[in-house]
């Protein structure tokens, strides 16, 4: 069963959020796991393709922005309701959409990351929701202490 972790942070920014959820997939790379992150649309998708080229100078995560091309890297980015958009990754799924994916429950790992802001709180409360309705284990790691 897909395990989800929740990840609270401090800030309230979007910019934040997204940094974080940087920090998320190099870890995941660099413990040989494939990740897809979720976004909203195709503007959040590109902000964060650029944000992985350039968020730290010691990193490198091979990535791409899913275009259902054959060009297989570990990092894909994707929006939208099409689940061939992950490719065939079923590692880390970071989600940074407003909703919960269909296809989330094909993932080993799911993270949804919190900022202070009442539209990005107002959906990941309804997205735990979700998942503590239909019996996943929750994890929720408070990074606000």
């Not at 910019?15 to 190099?26: G, S, T, V």
């Not at 922005?65 to 939208?80: A, C, K, M, V, Y």
């Amino acid at each position: 069963m897909t395990k989800i972790d929740f990840y609270i942070l401090p800030y309230d920014s979007s910019e934040q959020r997204h940094l974080f959820a940087c920090r998320l997939a190099e870890k995941a790379f660099k413990l040989g796991n494939e990740i897809y992150i979720h976004g909203s649309d195709g503007d959040q998708a590109k902000a964060l393709d650029e944000l992985l080229w350039s968020w730290r100078n010691t990193s490198f995560i091979p990535h791409k922005i899913d275009d259902n091309s054959t060009d297989e890297q570990p990092l894909h980015i994707g929006f939208g309701k099409d689940k061939q958009m992950s490719g065939d990754h079923n590692g880390l799924l970071i989600n940074l959409s407003d909703h919960v994916p269909e296809f989330f429950s094909r993932f080993e790992r799911v993270s949804e990351i919190v900022v202070q802001d009442s539209a990005v709180t107002e959906s990941t409360r309804a997205n735990y929701r979700f998942y503590k309705n239909r019996g996943y284990h929750l994890d929720t790691h408070d990074l606000r202490r």
